[in-house]
Structures are given as C-alpha cells and as structure tokens.
C-alpha cells in the first residue's frame, strides 16, 4: 500500500488486531527508605508524606513556570505596543528581545526564513569524516533547507557542521549530573529542551531533529505534511494510524462481571527526536518544564517530554496547557514503520505487478509501485544500527531495490 494509509485509518480508534488487553501499570510514587521495624501503617504514613511532598514540589514548580511564561507573554506584548497574547498565540522577534541574547539572536536574523529554523544538537562523536552529522546535514543541503542550523555542543561539531553547508552554533552545556547514568547519547539528548527555549525566547520556531534522520524534501514547505497549529507537533513512535494517533484500549477484569471491560484512550509515545515546537508561551512553557526536570532528575528525556506534554492536571499535577499535535505518520516516519511495514508493502505491490503482467511496455516509472515517493522526513529511531540504515534508505528510496535486504525487520 506503500504511503497510503486509507485502508486502515477507517480503524482509527479500533485496538490493533496484535493487541491483547493487560493490566495498566500501576502509577509509581518516591517512596521514603523503611526501616525493616516498622510498622505497616508507619510504612504507609511515610509514603503518603513522601508522594505529598513530592506532589507539592512539582505543583511549585510548575506553577513558577506559568508564572514566568505569562510574564514572557505580557512583556512581548508591551514590547510590541499589542495587545496581551494569550498561551497560544506566538510572538515574533523584535529587538526588544535580541538584548538578551544577542549572539543567538545575531545567528537567527541571519539563518532563519520566515521566522523558522531546522535545529539539530550534536558533539564531536558523531561528527567524524562520513559520520552520522555529516549524512544528517548533507541530506539537508540537498532538501534546499537553507534555515538549518547545527547546535553543535563542541569546536569538532562546529567544523563538521560547516563543511557540510549548514550554520553552526556554537554551544557550551555541560551534560547534568542527574543524566550520568543515562549514557552520553541520552545525557547529550537531555540539554536540547533549554537550547531551543532560547530559540523560542527570541520569537522563532524549532523544528528539532536528531541527527540520525534523512531530511528527503524541504519539511518547511507547503506539501510537506508540518502543521503550525498547535504548540508542539512531534513524530510518532507509534507503527500504524491506531498506535500513532489513538485507539480505545481495553481492560478486561472478569471479576467485574458486568463491568469487566474498561476503556481507556492509549495513544503511543511522541519521539523527543523530531518535534515542532512554536514561539507561544505555551510551547516555551513546556521546553523550560522539561528541562528542569531533565536537569534535576534522572528521567529519560523522552518520558519526561511525553508527561509534560500529554498527562491532564490532577491532584498530582498542576495544569500544563500545552496543545499538541502528532505528525502525519507516513510524513514524518520512523524506521520500524519502513521496516517491517513499507518496504514489505513495496515488494508486495512489485510481486503483483509482475504477476499482472506487467511488462517493459506497459511499466512507466510514474506508474511503477518501486520506487516509492519517499517521506518528508525518515528518523531511524527503532534501530541501534543507525548510520547503515540511513545510508541504505538514501540507496533504497534512491531506486536501489536491494538497499534494505541485508537488514531485519528489528534489531537482529
């Protein structure tokens, strides 16, 4: 079926036929360390005390960052002689606003088009000669991208990224000590929320991407599938219409008896890896929120993104008024829906053209199911082995029709 996704969005809220239900997991609170003599109801008091506090300082911090977002908001609009923005209005850079980071806002007058930029953060380790930064930024030249911009987080970075064609900001971030144990490629991940605030800050949009995604078209224009009505707008990491835009997911408890089945919304991650984020108040609101908490806790960036952005307000969390948007999933694709689903759905369509028989005169290349019209953006997020399979969608996508066959479906 290739990028046609008719036949199954009709099943939009239908559970994936793979699905079986399970019990939801059940919500986890910081407990206090127990002493082994204590009794259960000490045990139970210290937690409560515990996930109140807890609940209380996230409450704080949440609320401080409201406060600082609506201050944004009120003095964007004095500085621009308007009138007051609400939380999903964006602003537009104004000098007013370059004083505070001039360097930056120096770099973007200078980079960006049409108040946009293409954003990637990245140090020196994938920026050798051929690396992953170098395949990431070419691609981009390609698209006719001109208002990229790499983030590059040391001098080998900044160079990579200039011989390459695009623009270089040149960063100094140490990575958090509460992101120690993540790993460098997560630690590195982590930073990129206050990078693009600052962005945000000065009035441009970010669209940010990691640098193990092939940019195949201009994702600024018109036809590529970016929508620019909501405050963020990411990637899915779900595989089908179900899991990327939302399905009803169902409980089943039979000792409930007549009420054993329970319906719930599931809805699969948003990939911190490619998102769109606008220069509203609500959009810088969220970047500030997750980087606090990617500085002060040992999270995975993408989880705290996901919580952020999607949980509502209860008595554990202060609202977070942020509209979202997923991106059209065969647009913006990640690597397990061209693995295990395009590329068979390709070889499929060119076994019964075959078997129809098509011949040397009737096959056109306009008519031709291989190659196919390839997505906006193609992030391989799915699989560890990164760079070869860039390097082998760019053959594939390039009408190599055997660029795929050495790699599995998964990682093995």
């Not at 959009?283 to 908490?293: N, S």
Request: proline fraction near 9%; charged fraction near 20%; charge should be negative.
């Amino acid at each position: 079926m290739g990028r046609g996704e008719a036949g199954v969005v009709g099943a939009l809220f239908a559970r994936p036929p793979h699905h079986h239900p399970t019990h939801p997991p059940q919500l986890q609170l910081d407990a206090a360390p127990t002493a082994p003599p204590a009794s259960d109801a000490a045990v139970a008091a210290a937690r409560a005390e515990a996930a109140a506090a807890a609940a209380d300082a996230a409450a704080a911090r949440r609320a401080a960052s409201l406060a600082a977002a609506d201050a944004e908001a009120a003095r964007i609009a004095a500085a621009g002689g308007g009138p007051p923005l609400d939380r999903h209005t964006p602003w537009e850079p104004l000098p007013e606003r370059d004083v505070g980071d001039p360097e930056l806002a120096a770099l973007l007058r200078r980079v960006a088009v049409g108040g946009e930029v293409l954003a990637a953060v990245s140090d020196g380790r994938l920026a050798g000669p051929g690396g992953m930064l170098t395949t990431w930024a070419t691609t981009v030249v390609r698209a006719n991208v001109s208002n990229a911009l790499v983030i590059a987080l040391d001098d080998v970075a900044a160079a990579a990224a200039s011989a390459a064609g695009v623009a270089a900001w040149r960063v100094d971030a140490p990575l958090p000590a509460s992101q120690a144990a993540a790993g460098a490629n997560h630690a590195t991940s982590s930073l990129k929320f206050g990078l693009v605030a600052r962005i945000l800050s000065l009035g441009y949009a970010v669209l940010l991407s990691d640098v193990d995604i092939i940019t195949f078209s201009n994702p600024f224009d018109p036809s590529s599938g970016l929508a620019r009505d909501a405050d963020v707008a990411a990637m899915s990491d779900g595989f089908d219409p179900p899991t990327a835009y939302g399905y009803d997911d169902v409980h089943d408890d039979a000792g409930m008896g007549w009420a054993r089945y329970a319906h719930s919304t599931r809805v699969f991650a948003l990939n911190s890896g490619l998102f769109y984020a606008r220069p509203t108040p609500a959009g810088l609101d969220l970047m500030q929120r997750v980087a606090h908490r990617c500085a002060t806790e040992a999270g995975w960036d993408q989880a705290l993104f996901n919580e952020e952005a999607l949980r509502p307000a209860s008595p554990l969390r202060a609202p977070t008024p942020t509209s979202v948007r997923i991106l059209a999933l065969d647009r913006f694709m990640n690597s397990k829906v061209l693995f295990t689903r395009v590329r068979h759905e390709v070889a499929s369509a060119v076994r019964d053209a075959a078997s129809a028989g098509a011949g040397a005169g009737d096959a056109t290349p306009s008519s031709s199911p291989f190659p196919p019209a390839p997505p906006t953006m193609l992030h391989v997020n799915y699989h560890p082995d990164k760079h070869p399979r860039m390097l082998a969608a760019l053959a594939w996508y390039g009408g190599d029709a055997g660029a795929l066959d050495a790699f599995p479906d998964g990682s093995e």
